[in-house]
C-alpha cells in the first residue's frame, strides 16, 4: 500500500485574515442533512478553508479529510488516502483487513463500502480538489462509492468544476446539497472584516471599491490585500487594480484560464467587452447559436459566469476575470476589439437600450455609428434622465463631429439645462440659431427647439414664458410626450388650467406607458402647479409626494423639479401647521443641485424654511431668512402668485414679533409687483387693523371678499376671512363674527389650512373655543385648529400643581372654589395661575385654555 503524507489526510490551518461564515455549510449538520455535498467554485473562492473551519469547530462529527491531486488519478493511490484518513476515526474500527488488501483492485471500493455499513455515528469524507480526478477509472470508482457507500457517511466534494458524478440524479433524489460561487462571494461586510485582519484600515469608499472590483472574490481580496501593502500609493493601487493586475492575472492564468479548453478561453474572451451578458449578445458576438448552453455551461461547470435571471438569459462574467480577459483582447489588437464594440453597440441599440448601445458606440471610436445612436436615443436619454450619460457622450462626439448638428444640440441643450449648466445650454441654442438654416426645419425639429427654448427660460418651468407653443403634436411618443409637456407649461402661464392639465395629463400617460420616469416626474409637478392654481392643495400635496418618490427612485433629489416638488410640499406643510416636516423639506441644499441655480425655487426653499424655524420658535432666524431669500432674489422675473406667497409669509413673521419697519417694506415690494391684488389688500389691512384703523382695514378686506381685489392665492381668502373676524369682534359684532368665522373654516378646511388659525389674533381663537361644536361639517376642522401649535414654542414648562390647576380653569369654579377643591390657599393658587399665564404667553383664563387646548395640555371636550 502507497505511503501517504500526513499533510494531505489533515484538515488544513487557517490563515489570521479568515473570515469564518458558519451559516454557509450549517445545513451539513442539520438533521437528517444531506448525503452528498458539493461545494463547487473557481479557485480561490474559499472551498477549502470553508470546509475546514466547519471541521475545526464541529466536534459532534468525526471528518476524513483528503486533499487530492494529479496523482490520485492512479485508483491505487487515491483509495490508500482514504483509507488512511478513515483510519484516524476512533468510531471506524472495522478497516484492519483492508489494510492487508490491495486498493488497486476493482472490488476494493465496495468492500470498503461494505466494512463502513455498521458505523456506530456519521462520518464525513471530505475530498478537496475533486476537479484533480479525470482518469474514467477513478471517476467510475468514485461513482460507485457514492452509489454503494452507507448513509452514515457523509460525502462532501470540493472542486473548481462540476465533477462528472451524475449529479442531476443526485438532485433527483434529494441526496445532493450544493454550494456555488454565488452564495461563497464575499458580502461587503466579510470583505472589510478580511481586509481588516490582513492589517489594512481602509475608509468606507475604498473597501466599497474592492468589493465592488472583486466581486467578494476572496482570492482577489487577498491579492489586493498584498498590493496594497507593499504599494507606496494606496490611492493610485486602488485605481489601477484590476484583473490586468500583475498578480491577479498570474492568479487567474495558472489557476484558472490554463485549465478551460481554448475554445471556450476564447468564448469568454470575446463576451468579455459586455457586462452583463445576454445570451442574444453572446450569440451575436461568438456566432456560436448555442452560446446559451455553453454559458450555462459555463455556469454549472466553473461559476465562472454567473446567471443573473431565473430564465437564464442574461449573465456576467465574474469581474476580474472579465477585466484580464479585456486587457487581453486589447493586447491582441483595437481593430477587433472595436469591432466587436461595434456590434455590441448595434445590437443594445435594437434591444431599445441606448445607454448600454452609447457605451459601447464610444468604445468603438466609430464616429458615424457614435452619431447614429445619439440621434436614435438622445430624446429617449432626457426623457428618462439620463443627463449625465447622455452629456459624456455628446461630449465625445462633440471631439469627433460635426458640431452644428441641430439634434445633437438640442439634445446637448435639455441635458445641460437640466443638470443646471445655465452657460452650456444657452451656448447650445446660440449654435442652434446661427446653423438652423443650413438644415431642413422638420417637424421633429421644430419641437425640440421649442421645449428647449422654454425650459432655458424657466427649467422648473412653474411659469414658461414663451409666446411660441408647440402647434402639431407629433405621434412619435418621445417627440409627443415633449410636445405635451410644452403645451401644458404655456397654458399654466396663459392660466389656461383645463387645457393644461389635459395636456399634462397626457404626458403623463405617455410617460408611465413608456417608462419615460424623468418626463413623469416633469408632469407630476407640473400638475401640482396647476392644482394649486385651482386651490386644490390636497392634490398639490398627493402629486408632488408622487414626484419626490419618482425623484428618490433615481437619485433625482438634486434636480429642480424635484426641489419644486420639496417647496411645494413643504410650503403645504406650513399651512397644515407643520414646521418640522416643513423644514425637514425645505433645508438648505448644496451648492450643485440644479435647485439652487434657479432664482426663483431657491427664494421659495428658502423662504419657506425661514417661516417654517419662525413657527418653530426661532423667530428671529426665521424672520431674518426669509428678508434674505428676498434680497437675494433680486429683481428676478417671476410668477407673481410665487412672489406673493412667500411675501406674505415674511410679513406674517415681521407683524407677529411687531417689526412695522420690516413689514412695511415687505409690503411696498409686494405693491410694486402685485399691486391691485388680494395679498396687498390683507396686508395693508392688517397694518391699518393693529394701527386702530379700523374702518379702513375693514373696507380693505371688503374689498377682498367682495372680489373687488381679487387674491392670487387661495388661503387669503382664509386670512381675509380671519381679519373680518377680528375686526367684527373688536367692533362688538359678534354675529357678524361668527358668520366670519365659519367662513373662515369652511375655506381652510377645503384648502387644509390650518396655519392662519394658529396665527390668528387671541380674540379670534377665543371665538373659536367658545364655538366650538357649532361649525358643522367644518367641526373637524376645527378640533384640528384647535389643536395645532404653528407659532408657538414647542415646550412649555409646568409642573405638575400647575398642570392641575390648568386642568381645573375650562370649570365654572372661582379661584377660591378650586383652593378648596385641591386643599391649598387661594394666594397659592392665584401664584399658579399667574405662572400659568407667563408659561403660556396670555392674559387671560379663556386665553390660558385656549392656548392649553392648542397645545394638547388639557382635553379638548370642554365647551
Same mark, same amino acid.
Given at each position: ?28 449538520d442539520a438533521p437528517g442533512g444531506p448525503d452528498v455535498a458539493l461545494v463547487c467554485a473557481p479557485a480561490g ?54 489494510? @492487508? ?11 470498503? =463500502? ?68 454565488? /452564495?461563497?462571494?464575499?458580502?461587503? @461586510? ?67 484560464? !490554463? ?21 442574444? *449578445?453572446?450569440? /451575436? ?123 445633437? *444640440? ?135 409626494? @408622487? ?64 417661516? =417654517?424655524?419662525?413657527?418653530?420658535g426661532e423667530r428671529a432666524a426665521g424672520l431674518a431668512e426669509l428678508q434674505q431669500s428676498r434680497s437675494d ?61 379700523? @374702518? ?29 373676524? !377680528? ?5 362688538? $359684532?359678534?354675529?357678524? =363674527? ?27 381663537? $377665543? ?18 385648529? *384647535? ?77
Open positions: 500500500m502507497p505511503i501517504v503524507p500526513g499533510a494531505k489526510i489533515s484538515v488544513p490551518a487557517l490563515p489570521p485574515e479568515f473570515v469564518g461564515r458558519p451559516h454557509l455549510s450549517a445545513a451539513l473562492y474559499g472551498k477549502s478553508l470553508l470546509l475546514a473551519d466547519r471541521a475545526l469547530a464541529d466536534s459532534a462529527t468525526e471528518t476524513v479529510w483528503v486533499t487530492l491531486d494529479a496523482d490520485d488519478n492512479a485508483p491505487g493511490r487515491l483509495w490508500a488516502a482514504v483509507l488512511a484518513a478513515l483510519t484516524q476515526c476512533p468510531s471506524v474500527c472495522s478497516l484492519e483487513p483492508l489494510h @492487508e488488501r490491495s486498493t488497486t483492485r476493482p472490488e476494493f471500493v465496495a468492500e470498503l =463500502a461494505e466494512a463502513l455499513q455498521d458505523l456506530p455515528s456519521r462520518v464525513r469524507v471530505i475530498l478537496d480538489d475533486v476537479h484533480e480526478l479525470v482518469d474514467p477509472q477513478v471517476l467510475r470508482q468514485v461513482q460507485s462509492f457514492v452509489r454503494a457507500k452507507p448513509v452514515t457517511v457523509q460525502l462532501v466534494l470540493a472542486s473548481r468544476l462540476d465533477p462528472p458524478l451524475s449529479l442531476p440524479r443526485l438532485r433527483l433524489t434529494g441526496r445532493l446539497w450544493e454550494l456555488r460561487a454565488a /452564495e461563497m462571494a464575499l458580502t461587503r @461586510e466579510q470583505a472589510a472584516a478580511m481586509l481588516e485582519r490582513s492589517g489594512l484600515c481602509l475608509s468606507p469608499t475604498e473597501i466599497e471599491v474592492l468589493h465592488r472590483r472583486t466581486g467578494g472574490w476572496a482570492a482577489g481580496l487577498r491579492l489586493a490585500a498584498l498590493g496594497l501593502r507593499e504599494s507606496s500609493s494606496p490611492d493610485e493601487f486602488l485605481a489601477q487594480f484590476s484583473g490586468d493586475d500583475r498578480s491577479v492575472a498570474d492568479y487567474l492564468i495558472g489557476e484558472i484560464l !490554463s485549465g478551460l479548453p481554448s475554445d471556450i478561453r476564447g468564448f469568454l474572451r470575446v463576451i468579455s467587452i459586455s457586462d452583463p451578458v445576454p445570451v442574444g *449578445l453572446a450569440a /451575436e458576438l461568438t456566432a456560436r447559436d448555442e452560446a446559451g448552453s455553453v454559458l450555462h455551461g459555463l455556469e454549472r461547470r466553473t461559476s465562472l459566469v454567473t446567471a443573473l435571471d431565473p430564465l437564464h438569459e442574461v449573465y456576467r462574467v465574474q469581474e476580474l476575470l472579465r477585466t484580464h480577459l479585456t486587457a487581453d483582447l486589447h493586447r491582441q489588437g483595437a481593430k477587433r476589439l472595436e469591432s466587436l464594440h461595434r456590434d455590441a453597440a448595434r445590437w443594445w441599440a435594437g434591444q431599445d437600450q441606448p445607454l448600454r448601445a452609447l457605451d459601447h458606440a464610444a468604445r468603438s471610436r466609430d464616429p458615424e455609428l457614435l452619431l447614429e445612436v445619439l440621434r436614435r436615443s438622445a430624446i429617449r436619454l432626457v426623457l428618462t434622465g439620463e443627463h449625465a450619460a447622455l452629456r459624456r457622450a455628446l461630449t465625445g462626439a462633440h471631439s469627433s463631429l460635426s458640431t452644428d448638428d441641430p439634434w445633437l *444640440l438640442l439634445a446637448s441643450a435639455l441635458a445641460n439645462l437640466e443638470a443646471g449648466d445655465l452657460s452650456a445650454a444657452h451656448e447650445d441654442l446660440n449654435r442652434v440659431s446661427t446653423s438652423w438654416d443650413s438644415r431642413p426645419d422638420t417637424a421633429e425639429l421644430a419641437v425640440l427647439h421649442v421645449v428647449a427654448e422654454q425650459f432655458e427660460t424657466d427649467r422648473t418651468t412653474v411659469a414658461a414664458r414663451t409666446s411660441e407653443p408647440v402647434r402639431a403634436i407629433p405621434t412619435e411618443p418621445e417627440l409627443e410626450a415633449l410636445a405635451r409637456l410644452s403645451r401644458g407649461g404655456v397654458q399654466l402661464e396663459q392660466n389656461d388650467l383645463v387645457a393644461a392639465r389635459s395636456n399634462l395629463d397626457a404626458a403623463l400617460a405617455l410617460s408611465r406607458r413608456h417608462d419615460f420616469d424623468f418626463l413623469e416626474l416633469q408632469c407630476l409637478v407640473l400638475l401640482g402647479v396647476a392644482a394649486s392654481g385651482t386651490g386644490d392643495l390636497r392634490t398639490m400635496r398627493s402629486v408632488s409626494t @408622487e414626484a419626490l418618490a419618482v425623484a428618490d427612485g433615481h437619485a433625482w433629489e438634486g434636480s429642480t423639479w424635484s426641489g419644486a416638488a420639496a417647496a411645494m410640499l413643504g410650503y403645504s406643510d406650513l399651512l397644515r401647521a407643520d414646521p418640522v416636516a416643513a423644514a425637514r423639506r425645505t433645508e438648505r441644499r448644496p451648492e450643485t443641485d440644479a435647485a439652487e441655480s434657479v432664482p426663483l425655487l431657491r427664494y421659495v426653499l428658502r423662504a419657506v424654511h425661514g417661516a =417654517a424655524l419662525f413657527d418653530l432674489f433680486g429683481d428676478h422675473e417671476a410668477a407673481v402668485e410665487r412672489v406673493a406667497a412667500m411675501a406674505v409669509l415674511e410679513f406674517c413673521a415681521a407683524r407677529t414679533l411687531g417689526h412695522s419697519v420690516a413689514a412695511r417694506t415687505v409690503l411696498t415690494w409686494l405693491t410694486e409687483q402685485a399691486d391691485g391684488s388680494g395679498e396687498v389688500s390683507v396686508m395693508q389691512a392688517w397694518s391699518d387693523s393693529a394701527a386702530g384703523r379700523h @374702518e379702513r382695514a375693514r373696507s380693505l378686506v371688503r374689498s377682498v371678499l367682495d372680489g373687488d381685489a381679487p387674491p392670487l392665492l387661495p388661503a387669503t381668502m382664509v386670512d381675509a376671512w380671519l381679519l373680518e373676524t !377680528s375686526i367684527a369682534l373688536a367692533a362688538g $359684532e359678534r354675529h357678524t =363674527a361668527r358668520h366670519a368665522l365659519r367662513s373662515a373654516l369652511a375655506v381652510g378646511d377645503l384648502l387644509d389650512a390650518v396655519r392662519p388659525f394658529a396665527q390668528a389674533d387671541p380674540i379670534v381663537r $377665543e371665538l373659536l373655543v367658545a364655538q366650538r361644536g357649532s361649525f358643522g361639517p367644518s367641526g373637524g376642522f376645527a378640533d384640528r385648529v *384647535l389643536a395645532a401649535r404653528a407659532g408657538e414654542p414647542q415646550e412649555t414648562m409646568l409642573s405638575e400643581r400647575e398642570i392641575t390647576v390648568l386642568g381645573l380653569l375650562p370649570s365654572m369654579l372661582s379661584l377660591d372654589e378650586i383652593a378648596t377643591d385641591l386643599t391649598v390657599s387661594v394666594n397659592t393658587v392665584k401664584t399658579h395661575v399667574r405662572s400659568i399665564y407667563t408659561k403660556l404667553g396670555v392674559s387671560s383664563r379663556r386665553l390660558a385654555v385656549l392656548a392649553a387646548h392648542q397645545r394638547g395640555l388639557i382635553a379638548t371636550g370642554v365647551r
